[in-house]
């Protein structure tokens, strides 16, 4: 609808009186005064939420779309050797849908979620929960203008009810430098992640070659079936009907031409076999099933050359998918189940992302014919390799990011940037760690550690403020009200939902047995919660740590050597830099600092009712062995430049398909009317680019609070 970007700036625009001076959170290692009354509050509330928009590093983000909050997440996987070296935990977040546009409403922070989530993720989507996705866009079809109107006014209510930074225990800046707004992803190609190989390269896309290979079938492959043919061939291959075989006349019969057809459909349609048949003088092509469903998911073996490594791997760049999205889009067009793709760590939607993928025996010439099909896609740099790639493999990602219309002087944008260059961040968990609903998910795994799973059911099913579709506000008053699973189950048109998944086995398993219901959650679902609460306590104990020690390391502090923590000696501590001090996760297979940090974790965890000296669960997958975790990072490649512009739609700086196209780089004007900070910048595996650009704005992060001074702009 055309008016509708015009009332998204407009509602932005009023609700610029709610925005908290930046040298309001410019004091560092101080936690930040309370906010100024309405009538005071300065400032461009556009600015700030779009400054909220960031995206992180293994980057998760929340996006502020449309009035609606979605939670996204970019690479959340820690190397899976460094990983059980340095044992640094992987967690992972759920993630939320929007929609593809170009140009979008300023959207929020988007803050990075650890990869480290990741190494509990065991693949891709599965058909489960891709099936689960397409209920729920089925679900979703409202018209426009109510859609509209009712997210707005959920998306205000959510911010009533949302978690703040102080919340979550971020409370420390470690740099003395003023702080400024800017828009992050005013537009998503203003973001720009790509992925840094286990051999320390930047995967970049600059090769659409196809490698030759005598052994490929020729192009006609791709044209010499016709599209009711490839229908029936497809009904067939995923078994959408009762036959058995689909045949096809050959009409030009030549032992080419048959040869050509039964190529394609081994390619095209991977499980299904072919043979040639007479029948009443006419040669037919017959497709059928070799080996039942498994052949489906299993690639046919002697299909394949021996002296061909098993593996396609290619750079894959896209524009605002994830890399969920991406892999079952790319199984759909190819016909293939998505577990035969492997990757190193998932990238974020609301970005452009370039990152490297394995598939198993597809062939490059494949592949590349995608880049005539699919838009916002690119594939290249084809090789064959005899390995899959493996969560985690990856060193980092490299970030490229554009900050519009920012209001800090060239002066407070050098300090800023030579401060993050120079110090780094405060390694904290990102706000989307923690949920966006009026129930933090580290409350439900603090529920599950103390073993009280009534509270459990409870802190996941009751009624809750915030904003949510309207069948599972519905669902969650019928569970109010008559503590009836299957009745309750029966208001939520999407099962697989965590709310759908927990009544499916309270109906199964009876209210007695919680604990076997809750176990028909997915396992990484499960997890989320344990971790949240780990990553909830991490993140206040850093803060109390840098408010009580600052930044420097002292006696006491611990320090990683190999796999190892160890604490740092009085006639050590001059060897050491605060960028050196890890903070644990609490769990059994750690040690706690050897100075009063150690009494605030015991204290923290005795208020909620847990034994720091016994992290185990009568339930193994809840026993925490915990983790450690490096409390300031600083980033690696940073450089920066302010440049002008007029125009807020033109991208200011190439993409690797730009670059392939032979695009030349933007020119800018000495002067213009709007000026914008472009960042780069690598970081590791398991930190959260949104909190890096926090440093940098010195903004909190959170909606929350720069929404609680006027939360009526939206109704």
Not at 568 to 592: T, W
Request: aromatic content about 8%.
């Amino acid at each position: 609808m055309p008016g509708r970007p015009r009332r998204w700036l407009f509602r932005v625009a009023l609700a610029a009186a709610a925005l908290l001076r930046p040298e309001q959170l410019a004091r560092p290692l101080a936690a930040r005064p309370a906010p100024r009354p309405p009538s005071q509050a300065p400032g461009s509330l556009k600015c700030f939420l779009g400054a909220l928009k960031m995206e992180m590093t293994e980057v998760t983000g929340v996006s502020l779309k449309r009035g609606s909050l979605a939670v996204e997440d970019n690479d959340r996987v820690a190397p899976a050797e460094e990983a059980k070296r340095q044992k640094i935990s992987d967690h992972c977040l759920t993630k939320s849908k929007d929609e593809l546009e170009r140009v979008s409403p300023p959207s929020a922070v988007n803050v990075p979620e650890p990869p480290e989530a990741v190494s509990a993720r065991e693949g891709t989507k599965n058909s489960d929960e891709q099936l689960e996705e397409e209920e729920e866009e089925e679900e979703d079809g409202l018209s426009e203008e109510g859609e509209e109107e009712e997210e707005a006014e959920s998306f205000a209510d959510m911010m009533k009810h949302g978690l703040t930074e102080l919340d979550v225990g971020i409370t420390k800046f470690v740099s003395s430098h003023q702080g400024f707004s800017g828009i992050l992803k005013e537009r998503y190609s203003d973001f720009v992640v790509h992925e840094i190989g286990k051999d320390g390269q930047i995967s970049q896309l600059n090769d659409l070659s196809v490698p030759v290979d005598e052994e490929d079938p020729s192009e006609d492959i791709f044209t010499v079936l016709t599209a009711e043919e490839k229908q029936r061939l497809e009904e067939l291959q995923l078994f959408k009907n009762k036959e058995t075989s689909v045949a096809i006349e050959v009409v030009e019969d030549t032992k080419e031409k048959r040869t050509v057809i039964h190529q394609a459909i081994k390619s095209l349609f991977p499980g299904l076999e072919t043979k040639t048949e007479d029948r009443e003088g006419k040669k037919y092509i017959v497709a059928y099933h070799a080996a039942g469903k498994k052949a489906l998911a299993n690639p046919r073996k002697h299909s394949w050359p021996k002296s061909r490594g098993s593996y396609c791997h290619f750079v894959l760049y896209k524009e605002n998918k994830d890399t969920m999205d991406a892999i079952n889009v790319l199984s759909k067009y190819l016909r293939v189940k998505p577990n035969i793709f492997s990757y190193m760590g998932t990238k974020d939607k609301r970005a452009i992302t370039v990152q490297e993928i394995a598939v198993l025996k597809i062939t490059a010439q494949r592949l590349a014919h995608l880049n005539k099909c699919l838009m916002n896609f690119k594939l290249g740099n084809f090789s064959y390799q005899k390995n899959p790639l493996k969560l985690g493999e990856l060193q980092g990602n490299h970030f490229t990011v554009v900050l519009r219309n920012i209001t800090g002087t060239d002066e407070q944008v050098e300090q800023a940037m030579n401060s993050l260059k120079e110090i780094g961040f405060i390694n904290y968990y990102g706000m989307q760690r923690f949920g966006t609903t009026a129930v933090p998910t580290y409350q439900v795994g603090r529920a599950i550690l103390q073993n009280s799973w009534n509270e459990v059911m409870d802190l996941i099913l009751k009624p809750r403020s915030g904003a949510e579709k309207g069948y599972l506000v519905k669902c969650r008053e019928e569970w109010a009200k008559t503590k009836d699973p299957a009745a309750a189950l029966r208001k939520l048109p999407v099962k697989r939902c965590v709310e759908g998944q927990l009544l499916r086995g309270l109906s199964k398993y009876g209210m007695k047995n919680i604990v076997s219901a809750f176990g028909i959650i997915p396992r990484n679902n499960r997890l989320m919660y344990i971790h949240s609460y780990q990553s909830y306590v991490w993140n206040n104990m850093v803060s109390k740590r840098i408010e009580d020690y600052g930044l420097r390391p002292v006696p006491g502090d611990l320090v990683l050597k190999g796999a190892t923590a160890t604490y740092i000696d009085e006639e050590d501590v001059d060897n050491y830099s605060i960028h050196d001090v890890v903070m644990p996760l609490p769990g059994f297979d750690v040690i706690y600092p050897k100075h009063k940090i150690s009494e605030a974790y015991r204290e923290m965890l005795t208020a909620d009712n847990l034994d720091i000296d016994n992290m185990r669960h009568k339930i193994r997958d809840y026993s925490l062995s915990g983790a450690y975790r490096k409390i300031i990072i600083r980033p690696q490649n940073v450089s920066w430049e302010v440049v002008a512009y007029d125009d807020p739609k033109i991208p200011l700086f190439n993409t690797d398909v730009d670059n392939l196209e032979g695009k030349p780089p933007p020119v800018f004007a000495s002067e213009g009317k709007y000026r914008a900070l472009k960042m780069d910048f690598s970081l590791p595996p398991s930190t959260y680019a949104t909190m890096a650009i926090r440093e940098v704005l010195k903004m909190d992060t959170s909606i929350k609070k720069q929404t609680q001074l006027n939360t009526t702009w939206l109704r």
